[in-house]
């Protein structure tokens, strides 16, 4: 059974089908751009100067663009897959890195009406009479994946993509754009996939599938920019970005849906919310950094007071000062250990004993792709040439490696996984991990409900478990911390002080530096003599585009564009249908994450359907079945 219930008791808010809509003029042909229109090809004469104009729906505008539209006669034929595609298909006039920014577009058969060229390729035109599971032509949706672990860099196909068969087997349109990774900054990756879901609506009929029904999906880093595309929808932030690369204009780069598998989103405050409820989990450090961590909790619970997130009644969720630990009491925190409750529920519920611990996490840190496969030539962030970064990779990795299989048993990541076949994520993401010691180790099979709470109570009881209801509470959100999910980063989880995270390279400057970018953490440090000058002149540098740090942060932060906390708030085009699910036991971010996300959603009027998985970590966590097909379903039921 799949569960989608955020807090103990919670009932979902009825979704206000609220769609802010958005015209963007396009009075003015992109000038200064460079036509890469010979790539494509096209179906129509078409000089250099030309422009290309449609009419789209999504905008009752008109598209404008030097590119061409796809060309017809330039398909090819998976007989396995009963697929016609074509790849190679340039998106952005003036592309800022031509090995990533192109895409490839893969169409059941059923949906082509096809002319043998002789040549390998077919001449295709739509057939609207056909339909695949129910949808035609033109109702079928159209699906992105976001293959993007560690915000990598993700490259576009270039030959048929087999993953492609389980969505065009469902009748959906599968399309594949690459993207600019971390090494370019933020936003460049968002930046991309937005033009990619322009010059799709710029083919509105010339392609099967309803431009009006994108959705996207991703794990991790991918997870994150999913949520920022559901987000930042026709953005006026973004535009400057976009007309830089040449992407197509006067159509929305908006979606319908968002799928996120643990995103790591929120980076304002990541680093607080880490310390909030992962810095209970440190041992051994200094005075200075328990200050720093100290420091970073309570600023957090300042942000949480001040974002008013609503429960489904309306009731303001708050952090109040506690005797034990920091701000560790009021509705927000009772709210947060009723999502921890439900997912062990949840977990009991579905589960027939004797049962035996299988986990799909693999290494702290996975970022395969939402097929549930490793990445394959997703993240060559060092084609940029981030030398530096490199350096760094290894001297982390080295470190990490002379930690003891003890060390590296938090919750049995490292320890149970090396040298069984699991993928090196560390090599896929090249984020910094320096994992804990402690916490409980859950293996093997057990008999019994009660068998499998001892084993959590291990080192203490704080799981109480009624036998004659099949329910369990915790004692606290702190010891549910310190047995399943203790801290696996340094402080700075995310903006590391040595600027040794995938986040610093995110917020760099495309050349392969590095760069600070929490502003909390600036003003904690500012009179430090080893940091304090780095992040100060971080706050204030800007990039080629005139925006700070901050300014950029905030573009790859959904809740600035869901909560009224932000100036972003209500100035996007918000996704209507959004599926969440994140590994509760993960040690990547916080368990706040998805849950203000969540509820940032939810009280904008969005359609959230959530579950905390219990006994998962940072993978694509699903209660039953895959993930492939838990999404397939999760679209057809927002559209049928």
Not at 95 to 120: H, Q, R, S, W
Not at 190 to 196: S, Y
Not at 344 to 372: I, S
Not at 513 to 537: M, R
Request: net charge negative; with cysteine; hydrophobic share 30%.
């Amino acid at each position: 059974m799949e569960h989608n219930d955020v807090g103990k008791g919670e009932e979902s808010m009825v979704r206000v089908g609220r769609r802010i809509v958005l015209f963007l003029a396009a009075a003015l042909v992109l000038s200064g751009c460079s036509n890469h229109a010979a790539e494509n090809g096209s179906s129509a004469a078409q000089t250099e100067t030309e422009t290309s104009q449609a009419e789209t729906e999504r905008t009752g505008g008109t598209a404008v663009t030097s590119l061409p539209q796809i060309d017809a006669t330039k398909w090819k034929y998976n007989s396995d897959g009963k697929v016609y595609w074509q790849t190679g298909i340039s998106y952005c006039a003036d592309p800022a890195d031509e090995e990533y920014e192109t895409l490839g577009i893969f169409v059941p058969a059923a949906y082509m009406n096809a002319k043998d060229n002789g040549d390998g390729t077919f001449t295709c035109t739509i057939n609207s009479q056909a339909a695949v599971k129910g949808y035609t032509a033109d109702s079928a949706p159209i699906v992105i994946p976001v293959n993007t672990p560690g915000y990598s860099a993700m490259t576009a196909p270039t030959d048929y993509v087999a993953d492609s068969a389980s969505y065009t087997a469902a009748g959906f349109i599968y399309v594949a754009a690459g993207c600019r990774g971390r090494d370019a900054g933020a936003p460049a990756g968002v930046t991309d996939l937005k033009a990619a879901i322009r010059y799709i609506r710029y083919n509105d009929g010339v392609i099967p599938g309803d431009v009006d029904r994108v959705f996207s999906f991703g794990m991790s880093g991918g997870g994150a920019q999913s949520a920022l595309l559901g987000a930042t929808g026709d953005s006026e932030d973004y535009e400057p970005y976009l007309t830089a690369i040449g992407a197509v204009s006067g159509v929305s780069d908006a979606v319908t849906g968002s799928m996120c598998w643990c995103p790591i989103t929120e980076l304002d405050y990541a680093d607080e919310a880490y310390e909030w409820n992962l810095g209970s989990t440190r041992t051994d450090l200094t005075e200075q950094e328990q200050t720093l961590s100290n420091g970073m909790a309570e600023a957090f619970a300042q942000y949480i007071n001040d974002l008013g997130l609503k429960d489904s009644s309306g009731n303001v969720l708050t952090l109040t000062e506690s005797e034990e630990g920091i701000y560790q009491s009021g509705t927000y925190y009772e709210y947060l250990k009723g999502v921890v409750e439900t997912s062990l529920n949840n977990f009991l519920e579905d589960t027939t004993f004797p049962y035996t611990v299988e986990t799909k996490k693999g290494p702290r840190g996975g970022g395969g792709r939402p097929d549930g496969k490793q990445a394959q030539g997703t993240s060559d962030e060092n084609k940029a040439g981030d030398d530096t970064a490199k350096i760094r990779a290894e001297k982390n990795r080295k470190a990490s490696e002379e930690k003891t299989p003890e060390d590296k048993n938090a919750d049995g990541d490292a320890a149970s996984d090396k040298g069984n076949g699991a993928p090196d994520f560390y090599a896929i993401d090249g984020v910094d991990r320096n994992l804990s010691t402690g916490g409980v180790t859950l293996s093997g099979t057990y008999e019994t409900v009660q068998d499998y709470i001892d084993a959590l109570n291990a080192d203490g009881t704080w799981v109480n478990y009624d036998g004659a209801t099949n329910t369990a509470t915790i004692t606290s959100i702190a010891d549910f911390t310190n047995a399943c999910k203790r801290a696996s980063k340094g402080i700075g989880a995310f903006d590391a002080l040595d600027e040794s995270q995938a986040e610093n390279t995110l917020f760099g400057y495309g050349d392969g530096t590095t760069s600070h970018f929490d502003a909390t953490l600036a003003e904690l440090l500012k009179d430090d003599e080893t940091y304090g000058a780095a992040f100060t002149e971080a706050m204030e540098k800007t990039d080629s585009q005139g925006n700070t740090v901050t300014e950029r942060g905030n573009m790859y932060n959904p809740l600035y564009y869901l909560s009224n906390y932000y100036d972003g708030y209500q100035k996007s085009t918000v996704a209507d249908y959004w599926r969440i699910r994140t590994g509760i036991a993960q040690s990547d971010t916080s368990l706040t994450t998805e849950v203000n996300l969540v509820l940032a959603l939810r009280n904008y009027g969005a359609d959230v359907d959530f579950a905390p998985i219990w006994g998962e970590g940072h993978t694509m966590a699903e209660s039953t079945g895959d993930s492939v097909t838990n999404f397939i379903e999760w679209v057809n039921k927002c559209l049928k």
